[in-house]
């Protein structure tokens, strides 16, 4: 009997050229947790996930999910999550929580809503633990003006000036609805920890990234708030500001 | 002109023997920094360290000492950082802070107060990201309990306890003015992240790792919170719970 299981994932992007499996040789989370199942049943399957992440991106709570023909046996999701992390144990990559789901249920097409967790490291010196972890930028960035750059960003918007020229969605429209910045004093030094909290129901390649650069040259005195408005407004990828690194980016939750 | 100069140090110590320097080709944090020194200004200057940390134990902000006669040359705090993080760059070794004080300073004497963090994971799946740097603990601890028995130890006690059979302190008569644990939900899956955040002005050897290896006992319902009382009460390692393992410490802040 076929049963879809819903995977909750966690990983450390580092390693990896994303998640998208690739050809022989070239380290992906989609084919390590593919060769773990491969391990545990012996039968070659396909997971499909709910957000494709880029290499050097990481996952607190990626989801995927598959179909498994277990025979008879029973199988719970206790004993499929112990036995993938057994066979995930030399990877940086983490089954947190396998689920029993529905043949209706799709990793992707089933998600209304994903968490983004942009770190930043700003201070001075560089980052003895999190190297490739955040996104280490020196010198002091004004959170207040990143704040209202970032209020130009929500609700639903033509997101051409932050959508990679690669992107292949069909539409350029999406809907922000929330991209909040979490700023804390560093524990020790000088310096401050920032997070960029984004959600939304789906993003275009890039787009976390891209207005994470852009808010980042606010942040710098570089532009002023309103020129974020004025970028959004000319739907070119060309009036936005660079590609924050992919060491900053989690996927965090997704809500279905 | 001798200037004593005091470095604030963030540093992973899995790498590393512990703080103090050893034997050649063994590597340790004071190693590490001394080196750095050295490449600096051709000297050879031993640094005076405020908490020395065993092998595997972390510092989000460590405090050491040194003198340092530069000649007539002027060298500020920021040159001084920066150059040493320059030396420091294959070392998971970060000087935070260099600021130049009195003769009088003293980095392990002068201290009033440090605060060290335990971290503990306490899920079914392992981590992901922080191997060695938290304690993996798998059966969900009872934190409530664990609060109970923390009560108990707060204040002057002889500690004897919890204190290493080869501590070296002359007394085992330490105040506890803080040991408040404090309880998240992991982001995605089941499970708690814990932070015993433990304050005083001084620890025994193991100290930390002992009392947070017999509150572990507690709340995995193996002890009462009560017995955490009788156990210190009997001024006897014996009577203890067993040592928490270095990957959860942080000295985090050292006040003066």
Redesign the interface.
């Known amino acids: 009997m076929q049963q879809r299981w819903k995977l ?1 994932i ?3 992007g580092r390693p990896f050229s994303g998640w998208q499996r690739q050809e022989a040789g070239i380290p992906s989370v989609q084919a390590a947790i593919e060769a773990a199942i491969q391990s545990f049943c012996q039968q070659d399957i396909t997971i499909h996930v709910a957000g494709r992440t880029d290499a050097g991106v ?1 996952a ?2 990626q989801v995927a999910h598959f179909d498994l023909d277990y025979g008879n046996r029973a199988l719970t999701g ?1 004993d499929l ?2 036995a993938l ?1 057994a066979h995930l ?1 030399e990877t ?6 396998a689920e029993a789901v529905g043949e209706d249920f799709h990793a992707r097409f089933s998600a209304v809503n994903k968490l983004y967790i942009f770190r930043l490291l700003n ?7 999190e ?1 490739g ?1 955040v996104w280490h930028v020196r010198r002091l960035l004004d959170v207040d003006a990143m704040r209202a750059g970032a209020a130009h960003l929500l609700g639903h918007h033509d997101f051409t000036t932050f959508r990679d020229t690669d992107c292949q969605a069909k539409s350029p429209m999406r809907t922000l609805d929330r991209l909040e910045i979490i700023a804390k004093p ?5 310096g401050q920890d920032l997070e960029f909290h984004v959600e939304g129901r789906s993003f275009l390649h890039h787009q976390v990234r891209n207005m994470v650069g852009t808010l980042a040259m606010v942040g710098d005195g570089k532009w002023t708030s309103d020129q974020v408005r004025e970028a959004l407004e000319a739907r070119d990828r060309r009036a936005g500001g660079p590609t924050a690194p992919p060491d900053g980016l989690y996927l ?2 997704i809500d279905y």
Chains 1, 2 share one sequence.
Do not use: M, Q, W
Request: hydrophobic fraction near 30%; charge should be positive.
């Open positions: 909750t966690e990983y450390d990481h607190r709570g206790y999550t112990k992390n144990r940086p990559v983490v089954i947190l929580d201070r001075p010196a560089p980052p003895a633990f190297r972890l560093c524990v020790a030094g000088s965090v939750r």
